[in-house]
């Protein structure tokens, strides 16, 4: 759903950084659908490797799976004054709280 903003943030030179929250799934949805009794449907999922999209893209693009690499990440990015994607690997399980 980023597709056509990431191309324009890039063919602009933009120095965006943009974090995606990956978690397999689309999870909010899939707890609507818990607490409405339905079975969960087309919620969860692969998630494609958003960091080399982004680089696919001419954009910098970072994994990271944990506050530490997210913060450095960030500090990169701006210093850089680049476009930077980056995928932060979350855990669902505290949504539920």
């Not at 191309?7 to 818990?34: H, N």
């Not at 490797?49 to 944990?66: P, R």
């Not at 450095?72 to 210093?79: F, L, V, Y």
């Amino acid at each position: 759903m980023y597709m056509a903003e990431l191309e324009t943030a890039r063919r602009l030179k933009l120095p965006l950084i943009v974090v995606v929250f990956c978690d397999g799934a689309l999870s909010l949805i899939a707890m609507s659908q818990e607490r409405r009794g339905l079975p969960h449907t087309a919620v969860d999922f692969t998630n494609p490797d958003i960091a080399k999209v982004a680089e696919a893209f001419g954009a910098d693009g970072k994994v990271c799976e944990t506050v530490s690499e997210v913060e450095k990440a960030i500090t990169s990015a701006w210093t850089n004054r680049r476009l930077t994607v980056i995928q932060a690997i979350v855990d669902p399980g505290p949504y539920r709280i």
